[in-house]
């Protein structure tokens, strides 16, 4: 395996463009993308933006039906860094947390969380009720990353493609891939002089 290999779902959930842009990225940062769409997410698709199911697939390196269980991906023995699903829904969520997958996006990730490999969900809902909680916690004691999109303010976003770019740089980081598309917080300039506690100058412990 000559190139980094990174497998991308996209599922019902609203925001379908943080799949896209995933895939742009990984094709810039020249990693092999295996993408998976749910049939929900072509609904989605179709609602949200104007794109066509072949502009996305012409985006990944690789593109495998949501019904192909048989695919590589959905073997251990495929070799990659990962899995994101970008996004993912409380649907796709509840099967990955237990472990009843009904397609290769469930499969992939369970995959995924087996072979010790990160995963990580990008979920899409609000407000949340307990079972998604519950959900999130069990993926999360299996290893998986629960990274909602949540846009950083302090970035001083223009737009929503800053705000996504963000969202997604963040989520690549947990990959140790840098795109170049994450506002960094900048430790020096943004650190306030703190006043010595009147305590520590008097010599006073605090209990």
């Known amino acids: 395996m000559n190139r980094q290999r990174l497998v991308v779902g996209i599922s019902g959930a609203s925001g379908f463009i943080y799949g896209v842009r995933l895939l742009q990225l990984l094709a810039e940062l020249d990693i092999e993308s295996h993408l998976i769409i749910s049939r929900a997410a072509l609904l989605t698709m179709a609602h949200e933006t104007d794109y066509k199911l072949a502009d996305v697939t012409a985006l990944a390196s690789h593109y495998h039906r949501a019904d192909d269980v048989a695919a590589g991906i959905a073997s251990g023995s495929f ?37 010790r490999r990160t995963l990580v969900l990008m979920a899409r809902e609000t407000p949340l009720t307990l ?77």
């Open 131 to 207: 079972a998604h909680l519950r959900n999130m916690t069990a993926v999360t004691e299996m290893g998986g990353i629960i990274a909602p999109p949540v846009p950083a303010f302090y970035a001083r976003p223009e737009s929503l493609g800053q705000m996504v770019d963000h969202s997604l740089g963040r989520v690549l980081d947990l990959f140790g891939l840098d795109a170049g598309v994450a506002t960094r917080w900048r430790d020096q300039e943004h650190i306030v002089p703190c006043r010595p506690s009147p305590a520590r100058d008097s010599g006073v412990s605090v209990k």
């Open 79 to 115: 070799r990659c860094l990962g899995m994101v699903v970008a996004p993912c829904s409380m649907r796709t969520l509840a099967e990955i947390a237990t472990g009843t997958s009904s397609g290769l996006i469930g499969r992939a990730a369970d995959v995924t969380l087996k072979e």
